[in-house]
């Protein structure tokens, strides 16, 4: 199947992303809340579509080029994740001027509110706003209970050119932890802090129509959705080793490897070379934390994905990785020439490596090769 594709290459599973997108839509709807995929990790209209079942709407991006190109291609009510700066305002004007599609910007200061104020007074632009909330994670956003919070909103909701549309969260420290009731607590700390937050700026008298929370682990383990409308995750698509190692998904679920040549042997120190580096596979290591042999990623048969012994890409250059084979079986099993996948350590790092699309398969055919994106 793969023998005339040039490597590296990143290779998605059809099926797979297909079964992973029912699920995260099921559980959505049976949750009563939307589903809002975040795109930063596939960086493709095909994928967008199945991770929304079709629906043309509600998507989460990371950067403002993900927005264009998902705007461009008919996707409406962009969530642009990242906490907007100044400089960045007139290409959220242009892009939604160009499509007619709503971006909404997030921030979590004064100084960014009053400059999201002025730039709509100059412009005559309506700028769509949600406030961030720090739900733990101590990365971006303020306290649910900041004296802050109130003011910011009451600024935003105020400013004669902006609709505030409400409160976002992203418990990421829910991948710190590996036990299932751990991260349910972690989702339960993130939905307070989300609906904590919405229900201060409706006692103040504030519109907050959206209240949305995020994160692959704590979507799936939540006990309750209350009071939350909509839910952003992004990795489920894919799923990697990080999220193997964190009880978050079965081996079966990862859609997302990487197709590697061997070229070369090297007996004396007990390695093989692959020709997908740490510009192939990324330089992320966070699945070790719980999962020790993981490495750069689990070494498998490039048709069964059988995992190949205990073989893992131990050492990574820009464009060489090393397999350490205790066993000189291994140099016959695995020629110089022959392919092999890797299960990736973190799926989201390794598709931002730089792939220009996906070898999208079908069992044991090539099916398609869907277009993927790159940049800011």
Request: charged share 25%; with cysteine; hydrophobic share 45%.
């Amino acid at each position: 199947m793969f023998r005339q594709v040039e490597t590296p290459r990143l290779i998605l599973d059809r099926a797979v992303l297909q079964r992973n997108a029912d699920r995260f839509l099921a559980r959505a709807a049976a949750a009563d809340v939307v589903l809002r995929p975040h795109l930063k990790t596939a960086k493709s209209i095909a994928v967008a579509k199945v991770a929304t079942g079709g629906r043309m709407s509600t998507v989460t991006v990371s950067t403002l080029k993900e927005a264009e190109r998902f705007a461009a291609a008919g996707f409406d009510d962009i969530l642009y994740a990242v906490g907007i700066s100044p400089n960045k305002l007139s290409r959220v004007q242009r892009i939604s001027d160009e499509t007619g599609k709503r971006i909404l910007v997030v921030t979590d200061n004064r100084p960014m509110a009053e400059a999201m104020a002025a730039f709509s007074r100059d412009t005559g632009f309506r700028l769509q706003v949600l406030l961030e909330i720090d739900s733990g994670e101590g990365r971006g956003g303020l306290p649910p209970r900041s004296p802050e919070l109130v003011e910011i909103g009451r600024s935003l909701a105020e400013a004669p050119g902006l609709d505030f549309r409400g409160v976002i969260t992203h418990a990421g420290h829910s991948y710190a932890v590996a036990d299932p009731a751990a991260i349910a607590d972690i989702a339960e700390a993130e939905r307070r802090s989300a609906t904590d937050a919405a229900v201060a700026l409706r006692d103040a008298g504030i519109a907050c129509e959206i209240v949305s929370v995020g994160s692959t682990p704590t979507f799936l383990h939540a006990r309750s959705f209350e009071g939350v409308t909509e839910a952003r995750c992004g990795v489920y698509a894919f799923f990697d080793l990080a999220q193997l190692s964190r009880n978050v998904c079965a081996v079966e679920d990862i859609a997302l490897t990487v197709l590697a040549s061997v070229i070369g042997h090297n007996r004396k120190a007990g390695t093989i070379l692959i020709d997908a580096g740490a510009l192939a596979l990324s330089k992320d290591v966070s699945a070790n934390t719980f999962m020790s042999d993981a490495h750069y990623g689990h070494v498998c048969d490039p048709l069964t994905m059988q995992r190949l012994g205990e073989l893992s890409v131990a050492v990574v250059h820009q464009e060489h990785g090393s397999i350490p084979v205790e066993d000189p079986i291994w140099f016959e099993r695995l020629p110089i020439g022959s392919l092999v996948r890797i299960l990736p350590n973190h799926a989201c790092m390794t598709a931002a490596a730089g792939y220009e699309s996906y070898l999208v398969v079908d069992g044991d055919r090539i099916t398609a090769e869907w277009d993927r994106f790159n940049g800011w």
